[in-house]
């Protein structure tokens, strides 16, 4: 009985090690998520602020001469 006991101690550790291991994977993939959000809404916004720029350079541009 003793002997189960200790197994059981020992199983609960090594769970206790892998449950805080995973945890930190966990945190860390969040952290690399948030910041490939926030490098995605920048990429975005610069994306539709060329695109933006080039509708107004091409409304400026008069027609070629075989028009």
């Not at 189960?4 to 020992?10: F, G, S």
């Not at 948030?34 to 060329?50: C, M, V």
Request: charged letters at 20%; proline letters at 6%.
């Amino acid at each position: 009985m003793n002997d189960e006991i200790v197994d059981l101690q020992t199983r609960v550790a090594f769970q206790d090690g892998l449950l805080e291991d995973l945890n930190q994977v966990v945190t860390s993939q969040q952290q690399q998520i948030d910041r490939l959000e926030n490098q995605l809404k920048a990429l975005k916004s610069q994306l539709e602020s060329l695109q933006h720029t080039q509708l107004v350079q091409q409304g400026d541009e008069p027609p070629p001469p075989h028009y």
